[in-house]
């Protein structure tokens, strides 16, 4: 059987499709455990993301363990938009610093 077969596949299949914006990252918006997943919420808050869905990888092990493999991004966080993976926390922050991360979000959250 495949890797993208497996239930946590389909799983994070349908976390990553059934949201526009989907961040993994290690703890929560209010509460991030990592310098990094801190800075990809600010940056997101920033740009304007007001229907971000955050998964914690830190309490879903199986999803830490399957999303590199999944999107073929070994760190975390890993941001999608509208299903596709866009990154980590340096290429969130880039995208916002040239403001083409709020016009990804606005052309999200219309959606």
Avoid at 29 to 42: D, H, K, L
Avoid at 60 to 84: C, K, M, V
Wanted: a negative charge; aromatic letters at 6%; one cysteine or more.
């Amino acid at each position: 059987m495949s890797v993208q077969g497996t239930p946590i596949q389909s799983r994070i299949r349908s976390e990553v499709t059934g949201h526009p914006i989907v961040l993994f990252m290690k703890g929560t918006p209010q509460f991030p455990m990592c310098g990094f997943s801190s800075r990809a919420v600010q940056a997101l808050k920033a740009a304007g993301a007001s229907q971000l869905h955050t998964v914690n990888v830190l309490e879903e092990p199986e999803i830490r363990a399957n999303l590199p493999r999944y999107s073929d991004w070994p760190t975390f966080p890993q941001l999608f938009i509208h299903g596709e993976l866009i990154g980590g926390c340096d290429i969130t922050c880039e995208l916002a610093e040239s403001g083409e991360l709020a016009r990804m979000i606005s052309e999200a959250q219309k959606a």
